[in-house]
């Protein structure tokens, strides 16, 4: 992109913004993981710094387990402006209701790690995984929980959602000017 995609504004908000409008109606705390330098302190939101940067996404979500001491971490990415608020919730009550380490939204493109509850117990998992090197998001699914049993790991599939989530496509994220150009476009399309 060229710049950072969380400043990068579609309508009149930054993509961070949607993220954490989109977090406040669903977690008790929203805290911004951005990494090894602190960013976004003019959101007065609690800035969670890597331990040890520059691992990327998983290091940020094991660092926000650990400081924020919550049982559970609803994870969303900001380069994703149309999730609803209704992801992370329908994400945590089936993560709840099946006794998961970590759920999952699965999209039409495969499982969206960074759209996503983890549980407190999948971190040491985590931390093992980025002790060996590993740095995708799903990288610690094959170690071990507390306590040495496997990790409970499930999803949400798409066609669980409402149908105005599904006709959005809320896992549609942006990775290139051409992909923020179109969005731009949709939402000025959509608003007018």
């Known amino acids: 992109m060229g710049a950072d995609k969380a400043d990068l504004k579609v309508g009149d908000r930054a993509l961070v913004d949607h993220t954490i409008t ?8 929203v805290v911004l993981a951005c990494g090894a330098e602190p960013r976004y302190e003019e959101r007065s939101l609690r800035l969670v710094l890597d331990s040890d940067g520059g691992r990327g996404p ?4 094991a660092a926000s387990l650990e400081a924020t001491g919550a049982e559970w971490a609803a994870v969303l990415a900001c380069d994703l402006p149309r999730v609803l608020p209704e992801v992370p919730e329908a994400l945590l009550v089936r ?6 380490d970590a759920c999952l939204f699965q999209s039409r493109r495969g499982r969206e790690p960074l759209i996503a509850v983890y549980r407190r117990s999948s971190l040491p998992a985590m931390r093992e995984a980025l002790a060996e090197g590993l740095r995708r998001v799903d990288s610690f699914h094959g170690f071990a929980g507390v306590g040495g049993a496997p990790l409970k790991i ?4 798409e066609a669980e959602l409402s149908s105005r989530a599904r006709s959005v496509d809320v896992a549609h994220n942006l990775n290139t000017p051409a992909d923020l150009a179109k969005e731009r476009a949709h939402s ?3 608003l007018a």
């Open 22 to 29: 989109t977090l406040e109606g669903v977690c008790h705390e």
């Open 58 to 61: 998983l290091e940020g979500i």
């Open 95 to 100: 993560a709840q209701s099946e006794q998961l």
């Open 154 to 157: 499930g999803s949400l599939r």
């Open 188 to 190: 000025a399309e959509v």
